[in-house]
């Protein structure tokens, strides 16, 4: 799979989960893994799922704009940076948000999110 | 320095770099840097400095609005997010942009940019 296919897979998969099973995201995350999230700082795949299912609202639905990537080095790590919009439940308009992940592979295969930072764009 | 210093610092040098003297920016980049500028990408230093100087416009200011950061793995390197405003000379609206960096140590104990990607957030 390139570079391409395997972050927009990620980028699909992590916000279906995100929108339909947040708790579901926990295997994304291993204990080095970091999390931004507005300017919050949280380690860990326990502390990270914690922060992402505490948010302040329930129903969500992220809409993806542009999926940007790179490799991150020697590794195999992969860079994944994204735009879309954030619509919550019964908000009548929906957030601009940027984020981005960097993505390490796994001996099984895979690939689990070392970094992840989150920010709103306000208009 | 810590990590929020080093960003910081980073980032205050690199705009103040690409609003004066944007040329100036080839310094920061070596033949492995990747560029993605609005989903155009540029690989290497000259290609990368070639792209930056060519943009169609001349003067520019950018305002930063946010700075993240994150160590990217063992080997030293430091993750930078960024958001903000870009201000075109006779343009009566500022753009909002995104951009993150990849910077890895060299052994001048300084830091190149490995990854660079920049998006305009449109509203």
Redesign the interface.
Known sequence: MDLDSVARAFVEHYYRTFDTNRGGLAGLYQESS?L?FE?A?TQGAAAITAKLTGLPFQQCQHNI??I?C????P?G?V?V?V?GSLQLAGEQYAL?F?Q?F?L?PTPQGGFYV??D?F?L???
């Open positions: 970091m931004s300017g700082k704009s542009t940007d790179q490799p991150s080095g590794v790590g860079l940076f735009s601009k940027s981005m960097h390490i070392l970094n930072i920010r764009n306000y208009a």
